[in-house]
């Protein structure tokens, strides 16, 4: 059903995009005008169509525009582009996409490299750094003959010098030869060891030692009338010491010389170039680490990850349990002789013994009787290898990825003891800019590198070449501050950075790029972003606007929605039940009732000519806080002396039976706090986990829990065979239904034959992909659908059998809603499919590819996995921003959920900056007050209403706004 156009076929091509019949994924043929120039905001439930409009309708026709403009030779390059499934689209402009699913998982990649402030900063101090010896911090310049005759005239009157040229330094040697050269050369003194001695005939020094010689070319008193003797001596002190001379005063000496080399011990230097402080040139990157800045080491809190543990329960983890190999036998070689057995905890083993087994035996040897797989025993008199030694040729000898990826298990990351983490050889570092490096530069948060760099004065010099420089380096600095990205340091490592943060990075890099009549296509930028800052990241795309660009944001945010210029909201449910157009308008006519009566579509509470987009905005509907807040079991988790990254050796404290809510300004430690600390710290005690925790000093209350559960949002499978019915579970359960049907025990068929995984029922042709590969040779391959099995994955046999009219293909075509009423009477499967209902993805399919899920999408199917689950009510669930992606009637639908797995007895523990979420916590803990190095402590914690009374949170002002005022009188959205 096509729905109805708000707007005539009479709009200008030039002022609108006009699209007409998109049909892409579950469109349902919509008609949509989009101004042009304007900040276009898409919103509506998730699974509504949203990104189904903005990336794979607009988007890839104007990236399959764009393609299509190039040569066939250029285009075997770019792969095939496929025409969205639209009838016309006009008035597109081209388009770039800044989506979440960008960031770099590339080690070398850092905030500066991607923004390009460090070429910038490597230009800069080519240009401009001053060379400095990177063995004794001496400053290296080269200089004229004239610019050391005028800074020694420049000394005072009638002081008198002895200009001195260098020829040993630091050497061992009697040097009888070099004192007969200098005596011929006609020089009658030189300076030995700080003291000037007369050459005599035969004169040598201590050979055992070592010496400084340096030649008296000339003895003077300052005075106008010398210049021309100075010159003079000055030159034939640089030819004797080769292009260095020493001017020894009355202060001390003065060094000059005439290239790139220390005066005090000669080591030359290669002028600065910006690959020399480049991490990923070999010019400039640190040769022990190869420019990463760190190294990985086997640690030993992770080989013993628990000292109470005994050698039978995996004490020493990379021995696994006791079997017969030759390991263990030397482990019972050591134990024999030290007199323990494999059931003494590691704590109570002699340290000597501990240290053999540990780093080996060294040259004493051990009584080892090795059984071979015959059963024959055999005494052996050998040394213990030990197993950090046997770790370590394991990983650089193996060819297995497999056995590389166990030994790397064991291994912590550690900064690189050579450059100190600095990346660059010493030379590049020793390079310096008004007294910085360029390493000291970028472990800069973005908020000081441009407060250093605004008030920083310049020389001459310095601004003559570096004026253009420090400009470009100002502008992006400025940029990244705007969008709400201070707190960030320029070498922070771009795998770190959550998707909100990447996609905000690249905001700011295209706002730099000044380009104009361009169709950015943004996917919720405001992800991990503060309230507090909203306001800039708006500025911000309203700023791209104002160049002259089209700026689509596909959002959930109440101030992104309220602030732009106009507003499509699709709907009205998710899956197949959305893919209509609901409401379009300026934010005014958004919130305008519609005068004709509404149409109801699906279930409650959609409806096709209603808008619950707007009735949230409005205030008509709205996600009510508790009338009570829990307060738990009386028990708490206390982790104390927190002190990883920016956290400031603070204590958190946590009621357990609790929906806990940590909340602080971007960058103020809540990452650092709760995944980095607290979640690996609970990971190591209670599930034995091997990630090392961040410092802190002790953590209490583990007795009254028993495990910790971290749902994330990374993807729930790498490849196309994992889908949602496979993660949960379900599958499994679906594949036995369908091995117990009366045509499957006729046939003989097992549960394995319903999986597309195993050879046994599924497509020789395309073996269970769906798809096959055709090899064009000079063009790109070419996927299309298989045409034996016509994309169904498996043979005619086994999609012979059916459950109630469906077969297996059938079923994994389905969405969770559909699927709970084909197995609404199977106990099992309707269980967890009710989970992944009630988390609000009834519109996705069963199969639906891993890789196609957005990483909201992937986080509730982990969440719902979870909730399939039988609870033991002691469980800590971690979640980190799980309204990413949500909708206002998705936020209330996930926070039933979680308030559900409170009311078993467990604590969930949510990183969250979504108010709806905040005000609905039972306690609330706030850190800050700013970001990066301003922040790491807890400004206040307790209850929401208890929150509201810090002066110091800026969490506080806005859950005010939100617990005081009535949504209905807030001041009204521009038109």
Known sequence: MASKRTYTDSCSPGEWIQVRGAREHNLKNIDVDIPRDKLVVITGLSGSGKSSLAFDTLYAEGQRRYVECLSVY???????????NVDKIEGLSPAISIEQKTVSRNPRSTVGTVTE????????????GVQHCHKCGTPVQRQTQDQMVDRILSLPRKSRIVILAPVVRGRKGHYRELFEEIAKDGFTRARVDGEIREITPGMKLNRYRIHNIEVVIDRLVIMKEIRSRLAESIEIGLKTGDGVVII????????FSQKNACPVDGTSYDDPAPNNFSFNSPFGACPACNGLGERKEFDLDLILPDRELTLRREGIAPLGKPRSNWWWAQVEAVARAYGFDYDTPIKDIPKEALDVLLYGSGKQKYEIVYTHPGGRSVTYHQTVSGVFNSLQHYYETTTSSGIREWAESFMN?????????GRLREESLAVRFHEKSIADVARMSVLDAHASFTTLELTGREQLIGEQILKEIRSRLTFLLDVGLGYLTLDRSARSLSGGEAQRIRLATQIGTQLVGVMYILDEPSIGLHQRDNHRLIQSLKDLRDLGNTVIVVEHDRDMITNADYIIDLGPGAGEHGGHMIKTGTPRQFLRRNAHQEKTVGKPPYTLNGSLT???????????????????????????????????????????GTFTCITGVSGSGKSSLINETLYRALGKRLMHMKAVPLPHRTIHGLEHVDKVIDIDQTPIGRTPRSNPATYTGVFTHIRDLFANLPESKIRGYKPGRFSFNVSEGSCDACKGDGVRKIEMNFLPDVYVVCDVCNGRRYDRETLAVHFRGKSINDVLNMTVEEARELFSEIHPIKRKLDTLYDVGLGYIRLGQRATTLSGGEAQRVKLATELSKISTGKTVYILDEPTTGLHFEDVRMLLGVLNRLVDRGNTVIVIEHNLEVIKCADWIVDLGPEGGDDGGYIVAQGTPEAILKSKKSYTADFLRRELTQPQSKRKAPHA
Do not use: H, W
């Open 74 to 84: 250029a285009r075997q390059f770019l792969g095939p582009m496929e025409r969205p």
């Open 614 to 656: 707007a009735q949230y905005i409005s205030g008509k509907r709205r996600i009510e806080p508790p009338r009570q807040r829990r307060t738990g079991n009386g028990y708490a988790l206390v982790l104390e002396g927190a002190k990883g990254n920016n956290l400031k050796d603070i204590t958190l404290s946590i009621p357990l």
């Open 413 to 421: 990351t550690l900064p690189c003891e050579a450059c100190r983490g």
């Open 117 to 128: 402030i460090y070429d910038y900063l490597r230009l800069l101090f080519a240009r401009v």
């Open 248 to 255: 020894q005063t009355d202060e001390g000496d003065l060094l």
